[in-house]
């Protein structure tokens, strides 16, 4: 599975969880790590990185850093890309479970073919409805603005 799309490249690893078994996948914004997920009874936390480089030692560096405090069982650094040696190094030191394109490649053999187009095809018909709303306000506004203008 070739993921060539980075805006859904979040939403695509947790769909792809779900369908690898794990539970309670939640995704997150503003903290050290992307998505949790439970599997087994352990807790997990995924870091997913979208990018035509490889993963670098200060991004590996970061996750690292922020997360080794916290109570998940595993960790893991998902990307469609590859790590650099040095990032690669410090994710197994740290115990960091590394999921590269080939990894995801693997991972995603039995798993529902057109994932993809479906985590497309949720997001479309959601920037269809937001593009529907913006262009109802703009048509409200026009009226109202016409009306109080002329009369």
Request: net charge negative.
């Amino acid at each position: 599975m070739i993921i060539r799309d980075k805006d859904n490249f979040l939403p695509l690893i947790a769909k792809m969880l779900t369908a690898l078994n794990y539970d309670k996948v939640e995704m997150h914004t503003g903290k050290p790590y992307d998505i949790t997920a439970v599997k087994d009874d352990k807790k997990y936390c995924f870091k997913c990185q979208y990018d035509i480089d490889a993963v670098g030692t200060a991004a590996m560096k970061e996750f690292v850093d922020g997360t080794k405090d916290m109570s998940h069982d595993a960790r893991a650094f998902i990307t469609n890309s590859s790590f650099i040696s040095g990032a690669k190094k410090l994710g197994d030191e740290a115990g960091v479970l590394l999921w590269d394109r080939n990894t995801l490649d693997r991972m995603s053999i039995g798993i529902k073919e057109n994932i993809v187009e479906d985590v497309q095809e949720e997001t479309k018909s959601g920037k269809g409805l937001l593009a529907g709303i913006i262009i109802a306000v703009v048509a409200i506004a026009a009226i109202a603005a016409y009306f109080l203008i002329i009369k």
